[in-house]
């Protein structure tokens, strides 16, 4: 994930450029602007998730397209004359858009009261979908080299795995997840992240034949044969899967890391009660099921996935206590010293 510094002028002016509304789409107009993911999970949305809304509700729906970083620049950006109504963030933007007071109180709905404990972010935002982070590995390649499938964070440190790994940079959520997770299971964390350092730079580090952030790349680096296994998320998997190459997903035993898909009401929204309804619509048991399809694990208690969708997402209270959350409200601010130290120390 890439933050604003990193963008270049020209793009980040096109982003914080205000949507292009069509006239009088402000107060009095019945179109709700939603910020969100595109892909597969933009195409559940616009196809299946918006028209009943937009039936039942009596308004438009308008899609508005990006990564978590351009969506929370467009809503900084436009703060003191909002266009969007909803933001839908990966969970470590969503955090820097509650600290900058860009998420407006949520009136909690009817649905918030069965999702997990996980899915609440205090009272300006709420996770609609988890996904893990854990290990990947080439089935195919482990069986013919005679491996058992991977079981641990620790086993990356095994010495027949080098040259045949890939991690995410610490530029992605993933790769700075696995800091985290190296850091927590060798008695430090967000607060004395040395551990973590010392023990990827030493005993992970050597064995990584490539730190690769882009989700693309990463595939490639699967098919080509040149690693056979990684740190990665459940629905990258779940995705690459999809194309029938034989990969597959390791909760490890110390626990996989929790990522969330969060929304929140725009401080200041056009639309504010219907961008409340929205949300909690996010959060009923029908749509939780159908963004199970887009991978996103459900964070309502009560929906019911056939055993074949289930095996591929965190699912289900025990699944769901067993996921390790982190604090980023307290990781965010770390996260530019972490990333000088990395280039420094990992990635050298």
Known sequence: ????????????????????????????????????????????????????????????????????SETLAKIQAQKGHEDLDVAVLDDGPMYQAKSLGLCGKLKT???????????????????????????????RAFEKAGWPAPTSWADLADKKYAGKIAIPGIDNTYGLVALLMYARQNGGGIDNI?????????TIAPNVRAFESSPGRMSELFQSGEVSLAIWGSGRVNALADTGFPIKFVYPKEGAAALLITACVVNGAPHDATAQAFVDYLLSPSVQALLANAGNGPVNKKVTLSPELAARLPYGPEQISKLVAFDWSKVNPKRDDWTKRWNREIER
């Open 1 to 68: 994930m890439r933050t604003l510094r990193s963008l270049t002028p020209i793009v980040l002016a096109m982003l914080l450029a205000p949507l292009p509304l069509t006239p009088g789409a402000r107060a009095d107009d019945k179109t709700l602007y939603v910020g969100s993911y595109g892909g597969s999970y933009e195409t559940i949305m616009k196809q299946q998730v918006i028209p009943p809304f937009e039936k039942t509700a009596g308004v438009q729906v308008q899609y508005v397209s990006g990564n978590s």
């Open 109 to 139: 709905g009817p649905n918030y009261a069965d999702i997990y404990d996980l899915a609440k972010m205090g009272d300006d935002a709420v996770a609609t979908g988890v996904v893990a982070t854990g290990l990947a590995y080439d089935a």
């Open 194 to 202: 040395d551990p973590g350092f010392a023990y990827m730079a030493k």
